[in-house]
DNA sequence: GGAAAACCTGAACAGAAAGACAGGTTTGTG
DNA sequence: CACAAACCTGTCTTTCTGTTCAGGTTTTCC
């Protein structure tokens, strides 16, 4: 059961869904093919629940980080180091999400327009808080949260594409940190973040 | 032939490769499904031919604008732009890259690890001129890029979720010019670049 | 004008893959 | 222990899809 849905996400993660079998995930799970279509039913519903499984960690950190009550060089350097590491250890998750959003979100369209929506919006308005406090330039709020899933989805995502111009087969931890450092600075250069000396709030 | 061509694109941009089929081409194209074969011979070989023309505009305005007769301020903001305005072009081509990407770039790997990695390379050493010149903060040069990448590539490929975010069926010409204008704006502090009027050189 | 080459396509084929199902095994429960 | 419920799986069926091929049409070139 839990097997199933690792094994799924696994291969989901390296073909797309139209590009996986039932059976190579039932292999990859070391069962028969007819078991996963016990529990799950279809190929379409075992989609959809590793989807959904996914679909929460997307926003997971953002609640965590950018609040009123922090200042922006703590809350956005800590949501960027979160989304990082969140690629880096769950990059099968993240290529899922990305393959999903690539096809046009058939699946999660409903969530995306949602629940999703009203988060980042309400995140947005806190970006926008902390521009009103003279904590950091004015910056379009949405469009800091686009770029920032964009660089830091790109270390999952696009990772052979990384790894091939660097040169080596995986990222060392040491690289990695400079990713992350690179990643850091851009943002918070880049949004003209106050230095957090000036006391929070 | 153009119009084989053109349909796969579009239909290979939807639905991914695993996901497309000839049939569904050769609808797009209004042309018999053995009229593709004719031309192409297989499935893979359409693909990859599709491939070829869309990867040499990924490294296409980096030689332009990112040299070392430029400053940096120029440089970087030209080509921002450029790579912006390629994502809103050309969706499509942007979409079959990442998809192509994702699945860990079994087609194009060769290409990648040669003529691309030597290309960013020189890229990169230029940008490290930049610094060394005093023009721009010191700043890991690929790392840069891979984020200039992933901020660019999020307004092709995700952009259901842009547009969901927003609440809007499609980006307007303005709202996307915001775009453009954060993402010049994160690079340009966020590399700390130094005001042009400075004479350039 | 005629032959050869290139171009085109309807119909059939072969393999793969999703799903159905019947029958068997284990687990839980009174 | 007995019975039911849940669990499991080998095999079969059906649909889909990439590919072939035989035969036709148009174009090119002498």
Chains 1, 2 share one sequence.
Not at 46 to 74: C, F, K, M, S
């Amino acid at each position: 059961m839990q097997a199933i849905l690792h094994a799924a996400e696994c291969v989901f993660a390296r073909h797309g869904l139209a590009g996986s079998t039932m059976a190579e995930i039932a292999q990859e799970a070391g069962l028969p093919k007819a078991n996963l279509h016990y529990y799950f039913g279809t190929k379409d519903r075992l989609y959809q629940t590793v989807l959904e499984g996914i679909v929460g960690e997307w926003l997971d950190h953002e609640a965590e980080w950018i609040t009123p009550n922090r200042h922006p060089a703590e809350g956005l350097a800590g949501y960027v180091r979160a989304k990082m590491l969140h690629a880096r250890r769950r990059p099968d998750a993240s290529r899922i999400w990305a393959s999903e959003l690539l096809r046009g979100a058939p699946v999660i369209m409903g969530y995306l327009c949602q629940t999703a929506r009203q988060q980042v919006l309400g995140t947005a308005r806190v970006l926008q808080g902390w521009s009103d406090a003279g904590l950091m330039d004015r910056i379009a709020p949405t469009h800091l949260l686009f770029t920032i899933w964009g660089m830091t989805q790109t270390y999952a995502d696009f990772d052979v594409q990384i790894r091939s111009t660097l040169g080596t087969s995986d990222l060392s931890d040491t690289e990695f940190e400079t990713a992350i450092q690179t990643v850091t600075t851009m943002v918070l250069k880049g949004c003209g973040v106050r230095s957090p000396t000036q006391l929070p709030r």
